[in-house]
């Protein structure tokens, strides 16, 4: 068990540009999720994935923002012409379906200049 | 108003002291999370109620479904319990947690 693991760790862009983040779950866990943190705040649920599908999108993936999960192992998020709003920690979360108990990675860092 | 209310925001205690940080939430929900979060990003899941009361070490963590109120007790609290400890909430048919703001707890030597 290595562990929720996402990179890279820090990204800083220039606005406009694409960024990719990545997620590699635990082996065996179906369920992974996405999340956004901005400083002082709680995490904000961005997506769900049960296996490779999609099955739950918040509001705040706008157009500019899209998740997949190919083969339902690891997770991409990317982020397309970027804005300063979008300057935050994107975390990713799994599980397996019993025991529940959610393991988050150490997040990404973005920082949008 | 936010769905998820902790309290209080930022706490500092002695070592040694007992700690509550509080939890409330106005949705139904068939689960609660308690999550530590140290500096830099990594968050560690605590417990998960979804009834009554759990304990691990020196952590409890008690929930109150009628009255939507969760907390969170600390006994001999130590530096190492320092962080942002946050309550997220998973309601009825939905995966998505909704967490809370996070109380950031010191404790001093």
């Known amino acids: 068990d290595t562990g929720v693991s996402q990179n890279p760790r820090h990204k800083i862009t220039k606005r406009g540009q694409n960024v990719t983040f990545r997620c590699d779950p635990i082996?065996?866990?179906?369920?992974l999720y996405w999340y956004r943190q901005t400083l002082g705040q709680g995490p904000e649920f961005l997506t769900y994935f049960q296996n490779e599908a999609q099955l739950e999108k918040s509001r705040l993936l706008s157009d500019r923002f899209s998740a997949e999960r190919p083969k339902g192992s690891f997770s991409t998020l990317e982020i397309q012409r970027t804005e300063q709003g979008d300057s935050a920690m994107y975390l990713c979360?799994?599980?397996?379906?019993?025991?529940?108990?959610?393991?988050f990675g150490e997040g990404s860092w973005l920082t949008v200049v | 108003k936010n769905e998820v209310e902790q309290s209080p925001q930022n706490l500092t205690a002695q070592e040694g002291e007992f700690i509550t940080i509080n939890c409330s939430y106005s949705v139904g929900i068939s689960a609660l999370h308690w999550l530590q979060q140290h500096p830099g990003g990594g968050i560690v899941s605590l417990f998960m109620l979804s009834s009554g009361k759990k304990k691990h070490g020196r952590l409890i963590a008690t929930i109150n479904i009628q009255e939507k109120h969760s907390s969170l007790h600390i006994t001999a609290s130590h530096p190492r319990d320092s962080a942002v400890y946050i309550c997220a909430v998973r309601g009825g048919g939905s995966e998505k947690l909704v967490f809370g703001k996070g109380t950031k707890l010191t404790v001093n030597p």
């Open positions: 979360a799994s599980r397996r379906d019993s025991p529940n108990t959610i393991y």
């Open positions: 082996s065996e866990h179906n369920r």
